[in-house]
């Protein structure tokens, strides 16, 4: 049921210094939006709180993406379509670029954003995993000022997260793991469509091989747990690991299995989302086998 649009007050501050101050004066008051595309299809299904809403699509500050020797830096307004077709993400930062082509399809790519993606804290989002296996850092701006938080652990439970009242996400720094260091990217979403389709299983590992062995790994899981989800065990598994080590299929297969809580719903049950993330794992560990 279509809610009445006359219950909603919307402004559109110019400035994020405009945007903070309401926020501060105003504690709880306000509730963000940024590309609208998540808050729109509760507010079409009439499940949208009515109260006020800060518009944030139009502050300059939160937009762009910065490159230096080290990292990008992604403005929290940053379009799926802006990061799906930039050259430095899609050359060190791929499984970033390949969930952005993977998000909803081109009208959802044009108008949803990284920032909206993240605070919305679905554990079904498509780009969490990717930020998870990069090591990305948020950058959280208030009134009070700015502070910067491991995106690992930002998410604390269902649709909790580590985000003050009255902040906002500004930015989201992502280290450049390029090839030519040894970088290998992996990322899988699995879905009923390859487009517009909520994941039944999400999968993002990133791998730094050195000597026939793996000197770093990160993993991110979507849709298993009731949010993003650190692979920890995999993780364990595969640090230090010799890649011709023969019982490492198994080890990363166990790790997979164990660490997943998974649960039955409308999209998949528990059993196929298990078993999809276990053969991701494997594949995960081909793939590293191969090279990358
Ligand atoms: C048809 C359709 C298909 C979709 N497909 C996918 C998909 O494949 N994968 C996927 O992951 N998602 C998908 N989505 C969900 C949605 O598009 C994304 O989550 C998108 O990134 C949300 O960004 P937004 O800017 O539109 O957020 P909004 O709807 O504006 O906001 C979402 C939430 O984040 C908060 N927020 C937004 N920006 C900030 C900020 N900077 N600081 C603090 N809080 C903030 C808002 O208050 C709100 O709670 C789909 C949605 C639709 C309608």
Known sequence: ???NVASYDVVAPETLAEALTLLADEPGVWTPMAGGTDLMVLFEAG?????????????PELRGITVDDDAVTIGALTT????????VINADL???AQAARETGALAIQNRGTLGGNIANASPAADSPPALVAYGAELTLVSAAGTRTVPYRGFHTGYKQMDLRPGELIHSIRVPRRPASEGWVHFYRK???RAY???SKVCFAACARLSDGGVAEVRVGFGSVAP???IASALEAALTGARLDDAGLEAAVAAAARHEVAAIDDIRSTARYRTQVS???AVAFLHALRAGG
Not at 47 to 59: A, E, V, W
């Open 190 to 192: 699995v879905g009923t």
């Open 196 to 198: 517009q389709a909520i």
């Open 1 to 3: 049921m279509r809610a």
């Open 278 to 280: 276990e053969n991701l």
């Open 80 to 87: 799926y379509s802006e990061i799906r077709d930039h050259a």
């Open 94 to 96: 791929p499984m970033l």
């Open 227 to 229: 949010t993003v989800l």
């Open 47 to 59: 499940k949208l709180p009515t109260g006020r809403y800060l518009s944030i699509h139009g502050l």
